[in-house]
């Protein structure tokens, strides 16, 4: 990707800044998309209908609601320690951010081809953390102090089996790299991680149990490294007003709110590489068979995204009818449960592998 | 070595999502571990009793409506004994018959509401607008009847201040029909919900003894194994007529007295509710519901005492009369005032969450405590 900019423009720089830029060209139509999902899904579970009056169906809602947050009065409260305040939601934005420089979205599309994808995604999301706690403890507010507490101990709890579990897939597939892993699974969908990998055999039939444990501890822990429901502690409403972000208004909350969503998009594309082959296309590509080669990327961001984002409304149908865990529960289930599952679920499938 | 802590204090309220109105406690915390917690009460204090002796026994009944706005049929029920004991007068029948139907489905409307809020305060968002769609179409039938939607005026001193219109026993009888079945759709949806278990379970029991010596009433009470229920025994207008049981904790989930308990006892009120109306409505009498309503209400000197079963516990009212047309004094006895004095006793020693749990399992309205 790198390349072909360079060579089209010509200059290191600016090839570097629109390469930067790309991402943001995914986010912010995704994020509304999201949005609008989430509110039209939780609406229909509900039983109501949901945004009405803006545009079709209220399509357009998303666009209202982002002129209003703009137009809004960036609030500081005297005391709030307005250094990290202020820092805190480009902190937590830019965590969320960087995960798209190592998300495959094709075989023509990367933003960053690093040999260390997976490590890169692990570590950079951890990012987050640091902003929530900054923003929970500049505000200056029990409730977001209560808030960034709680998210802290939760995300950094939750890295350890949703890390598990990735190491067990890297056991298997053997590569760091996230476009690898993609391409490990290509051609139908029996050749996904989650039905055992692309080479028929023994190994692939004795995996298929285990990769569904995997799979399943991965995306609980993914809820709640993005503080979903049942995981939303953090943000608690009907506890913590608001968790970290009570204090924060106008721009620097949506910006926490699109780190969330963005957030929520990286987990789901994680697991969606890990398990369900990526961008990998699972009937074969149209444009294999029509002979067009240029046709196949598009395809593979089409199914990247649609997978992506069928995690993304799994997740909000999860919050609307779920209710909350408690903090202690939480990390009861993952200490106690998560955990071990996910090593035992590990050695097991380092035997298999050895067969 | 030991981590020196120290101890914060909340301010949860006035201006929070689930103190239930505008009621603000004052949590002592230690980490999210509650020591102490403290209630606040009093934002909003209308004056109720003070007001009502500077108007005539009529005028107050609209006052009643504000007390519990979300059992306002109940409160003017409450009144209305209260008023017709001081004056001594008999009742038409249908009136009592129409009493108890509206008294019952407001009942129904109050659990949905207490129990939509309680899911809310666990953080289950759905279950709470499924019971609301449902609310609105017992307000529906009340707003056909008398005109309001949530604050009524409807049961006066001796009588009704309408008739039930022609459609009533068919809504009535629809309603029950539509609403059985959406009881097992929560209880799918919510009540048999492992996180929602886990979350209310063993959370602030309330021991039968401490209850009783609170003087607590209502669901609160029931939910703790006590077996007390004014309509069965101390029946008031013709609750002795009809069948049906009163549901009592029994620790389904975990010890008798606590959070799930108070909330399984508030469903179960419901399909006994639903009994009670059932049995009713094919024997409403003719006659006219205005025929008993005094001309002029002035009740002779001499106090009067009665106590009905609101959805929230017992409400009370002592009436002082001076033999004019205005009341000397009203004393109303708010259950969500006694039941609220609990939660410093169960509280302690819970989470910061279970606080919110805590709350919402005693279901208060500070419309009545503050009064």
Same mark, same amino acid.
């Given at each position: 990707m790198h390349e072909i900019l360079n060579n089209l423009i010509g200059n290191e720089i600016i090839t570097f800044l629109i390469a930067a830029a790309l991402p943001l060209v995914f986010i912010v139509p995704y994020v509304m998309l999201a949005v609008y999902l989430e509110r039209k899904v939780a609406a229909h579970i509900q039983d109501r209908l949901g945004p009405m009056r803006v545009g079709w169906h209220?399509?357009?809602?998303?666009?209202?609601?982002?002129?209003?947050?703009?137009?809004?009065? /960036?609030?500081?409260?005297?005391?709030?320690?307005?250094?990290?305040?202020?820092?805190?939601?480009?902190?937590?934005?830019?965590?969320?951010?960087?995960?798209?420089?190592?998300?495959?979205?094709?075989?023509? *599309?990367?933003?960053?081809?690093?040999?260390?994808?997976? &490590?890169?995604?692990?570590?950079?999301?951890?990012?987050?953390?640091?902003?929530?706690?900054m923003g929970g403890w500049s505000s200056n507010n029990k409730y977001s102090l209560l808030g960034a507490?709680?998210?802290?101990?939760?995300?950094?709890? *939750?890295?350890? %089996?949703?890390?598990?579990?990735?190491? #067990?897939?890297?056991?298997?597939?053997?590569?760091?790299?996230?476009?690898?892993? #993609?391409?490990?699974?290509?051609? @139908?969908f029996w050749n996904w991680m989650i039905f055992g990998g692309a080479e028929i055999g023994l190994t692939k039939f004795?995996?298929?149990? &285990?990769?569904?444990?995997?799979?399943?501890?991965? $995306?609980?822990?993914?809820?709640?490294?993005?503080?979903?429901?049942?995981?939303?502690?953090?943000?608690?409403?009907?506890?913590?007003?608001?968790?970290?972000?009570?204090? $924060?208004?106008?721009?620097?909350?949506?910006?926490?709110?699109?780190?969330?969503?963005?957030?929520?998009?990286?987990? #789901?594309?994680?697991?969606?590489?890990?398990?369900?082959?990526? @961008?990998?296309?699972?009937?074969? @590509?149209?444009?294999?068979?029509?002979?067009?080669?240029?046709?196949?990327?598009?395809?593979?961001? &089409?199914?990247?995204?649609?997978?992506?984002?069928?995690?993304?409304?799994?997740?909000?149908?999860?919050?609307?009818?779920? %209710?909350?865990?408690?903090?202690?529960?939480?990390?009861?289930?993952?200490?106690?449960?998560?955990? %071990? $599952?996910?090593?035992?679920?590990?050695?097991?499938?380092?035997?298999?592998?050895?067969? | 070595m030991a981590i020196r802590t120290e101890k914060m204090t909340l301010n949860m309220g006035p201006q929070h999502p689930s103190t239930h109105g505008v009621l603000r406690l004052e949590l002592e915390i230690e980490g999210e571990l509650v020591i102490n917690v403290k209630p606040h009460i009093g934002y909003l204090h209308r004056c109720f009793e003070k007001h009502a002796e500077a108007m005539t026994y009529p005028q107050v009944v609209p006052y009643t409506d504000r007390l519990d706005y979300l059992a306002s049929m109940s409160n003017n029920f409450g009144y209305a004994v209260a008023v017709e004991k001081l004056l001594g007068i008999e009742i038409p029948e249908r009136v009592e018959y129409i009493r108890v139907i509206m008294n019952e489905l407001n009942r129904i409307a109050s659990h949905q509401v207490a129990l939509g809020t309680y899911g809310l305060d666990i953080g289950a968002f759905t279950p709470f607008l499924y019971l609301f769609r449902d609310r609105e179409y017992i307000y529906d039938i009340f707003e056909k009847t008398c005109g309001a939607r949530l604050l009524y005026n409807y049961i006066w001193v001796g009588g009704l201040s309408h008739d039930i219109h022609q459609d009533f026993v068919k809504d009535v009888k629809a309603y029950i029909k539509y609403f059985r079945p959406i009881m097992d759709e929560v209880n799918n949806l919510l009540s048999y919900n492992k996180i929602f278990i886990e979350r209310?379970?063993?959370?602030?029991?309330?021991?039968?003894?401490?209850?009783?010596?609170?003087?607590?009433?209502?669901?609160?009470?029931?939910? #703790?194994?006590?077996?007390?229920?004014?309509?069965?025994? /101390?029946?008031?207008?013709?609750?002795?007529?009809?069948?049906?049981?009163?549901?009592?904790?029994?620790?389904?989930?975990?010890?008798?007295?606590?959070?799930?308990?108070? $909330? @399984?006892?508030?469903?179960?009120?419901?399909?006994?509710?639903?009994?009670?109306?059932?049995?009713?409505?094919?024997?409403?009498?003719?006659?006219?519901?205005?025929?008993?309503?005094?001309?002029?209400?002035?009740?002779?000197?001499?106090t009067a005492y009665?106590?009905?079963?609101?959805?929230?516990?017992?409400?009370?009212?002592?009436?002082?009369?001076?033999?004019?047309?205005?009341?000397?004094?009203?004393?109303?006895?708010?259950?969500s005032f006694v039941n609220l004095s609990l939660i410093g006793e169960i509280c302690r020693g819970h989470l910061v969450a279970d606080i919110i749990a805590i709350l919402g399992s005693l279901d208060i309205v500070l419309g009545e405590i503050d009064r």
């Open positions: 209220g399509s357009l809602q998303l666009i209202a609601d982002f002129l209003k947050l703009v137009q809004k009065e /960036d609030i500081i409260a005297d005391n709030n320690d307005k250094k990290l305040f202020n820092l805190a939601p480009i902190l937590t934005f830019a965590g969320a951010y960087a995960a798209y420089a190592v998300l495959p979205f094709s075989s023509a *599309y990367i933003g960053s081809g690093a040999e260390v994808g997976v &490590f890169f995604l692990v570590a950079i999301s951890s990012l987050v953390v640091a902003g929530i706690l507490m709680r998210s802290a101990a939760q995300i950094v709890s *939750y890295e350890i %089996p949703s890390v598990l579990v990735i190491l #067990s897939i890297v056991m298997i597939t053997g590569t760091l790299s996230l476009a690898e892993m #993609s391409d490990m699974q290509t051609g @139908y004795l995996l298929i149990p &285990f990769m569904f444990i995997a799979f399943i501890i991965i $995306y609980i822990s993914s809820l709640a490294e993005v503080n979903r429901t049942p995981f939303d502690m953090p943000e608690a409403e009907s506890e913590l007003v608001a968790g970290y972000s009570t204090e $924060y208004s106008g721009m620097k909350f949506a910006m926490f709110f699109l780190a969330e969503y963005a957030n929520m998009f990286a987990v #789901s594309a994680l697991v969606t590489i890990l398990f369900f082959g990526g @961008y990998q296309s699972p009937f074969g @590509y149209v444009g294999n068979l029509l002979g067009i080669e240029w046709l196949v990327p598009i395809e593979q961001v &089409f199914w990247f995204c649609t997978k992506g984002i069928l995690f993304v409304v799994v997740q909000i149908w999860l919050r609307w009818t779920l %209710p909350r865990v408690r903090v202690d529960q939480l990390m009861a289930l993952c200490w106690k449960y998560l955990i %071990p $599952y996910a090593l035992v679920n590990l050695i097991i499938i380092g035997i298999i592998t050895l067969i | 209310t379970a063993n959370i602030g029991v309330l021991p039968a003894d401490v209850a009783l010596n609170y003087g607590a009433s209502g669901p609160v009470l029931r939910g #703790s194994g006590v077996k007390w229920d004014l309509r069965k025994n /101390d029946p008031y207008s013709i609750y002795d007529r009809f069948d049906f049981d009163i549901p009592v904790g029994q620790g389904w989930h975990g010890t008798v007295g606590d959070s799930w308990d108070r $909330y @399984y006892v508030r469903m179960l009120e419901m399909e006994q509710s639903l009994r009670i109306i059932e049995q009713a409505i094919d024997n409403i009498p003719d006659g006219d519901v205005q025929s008993a309503i005094p001309k002029r209400i002035k009740p002779p000197a001499g009665t106590r009905v079963e609101n959805p929230k516990g017992e409400l009370g009212f002592f009436i002082i009369s001076d033999g004019s047309v205005n009341p000397a004094r009203i004393k109303v006895r708010a259950p």
